[in-house]
């Protein structure tokens, strides 16, 4: 699925404006429970190991990763390997 955001002229400027904004929802999506994970990871393209160097480096820890984390994963990965998850 693809996503078309309208985004004001003075965050359009910024260097990688895209990614700003795709960062900033993976983040709050992660941080409010929204996004497992490996969700938020696989929305970043990015490795597990990778998305926990990119909070880190962003010092966010509200949301340290537990087992409701793990099992959401899990199933998220039960279904993709069942083919019943889109990419």
């Known amino acids: 699925m693809e996503i078309t955001v309208k985004l004001p002229d003075d965050v359009a400027q910024h260097p990688d404006p895209g990614r700003e904004a795709l960062e900033a929802l993976v983040i709050e999506g992660y941080r409010s429970g929204a996004l497992s994970h490996y969700q938020a990871s696989q929305l970043l393209g990015i490795s597990r190991f990778e998305f926990e160097g990119f909070l880190k480096e962003r010092k966010i820890f509200e ?25």
């Open 63 to 87: 949301h340290a990763y537990d087992v409701e984390d793990l099992e959401r994963d899990r199933e998220t990965l039960r279904l993709h390997s069942k083919g019943l998850l889109g990419r």
